[in-house]
């Protein structure tokens, strides 16, 4: 049985660290989702739906905005976290904390709301 070459020796031993490498930085995903911008929004609210606007502003770690309604007078947004294409955003409702967990994906979004024991679903999408 003949020896491999040097050469050949050599990529026997550094095509596993290659293969390792590409492994492990995959495909890269889109970039974490920026909430800033206003969005037109529909909650289910005891089987009816309520229909308003919402804007984020500030930046990473210090975000505010509002949610309006006909329904209800201006709300503030006290916070929001943004985990790649996944957003949470704590706000001051008018039956106490309001929590909006929604994920966006081809500029719209799709999630829950929550408040004071209710809860229902949340939709939208960006306006500017």
């Given at each position: 049985m003949t020896q491999p070459?040097?050469?050949?020796?050599?990529l026997i031993a550094f095509l596993p660290a290659v293969l390792a490498t590409a492994c492990a930085s995959g495909p890269s995903g889109p970039p974490p989702f920026d909430p800033v911008g206003t969005y037109d929004y529909a909650a289910s609210v005891e089987g009816m739906t309520m229909a308003g606007t919402m804007t984020i502003e500030g930046a990473e770690g210090a975000y505010t905005g509002s949610l309006r309604s006909d329904m209800f007078p201006a709300v503030p947004i006290n916070s929001v976290m943004v985990a790649g294409q996944a957003v949470t955003i704590e706000a001051s409702g008018p039956d106490g904390p309001l929590t909006l967990e929604f994920v966006v994906a081809d500029g719209a979004f799709v999630g829950t709301w929550a408040m004071?024991?209710?809860?229902?679903?949340?939709?939208?999408?960006?306006?500017?």
């Open positions: 070459s040097l050469s050949r020796r050599a004071g024991g209710m809860s229902g679903s949340f939709t939208g999408s960006r306006t500017n």
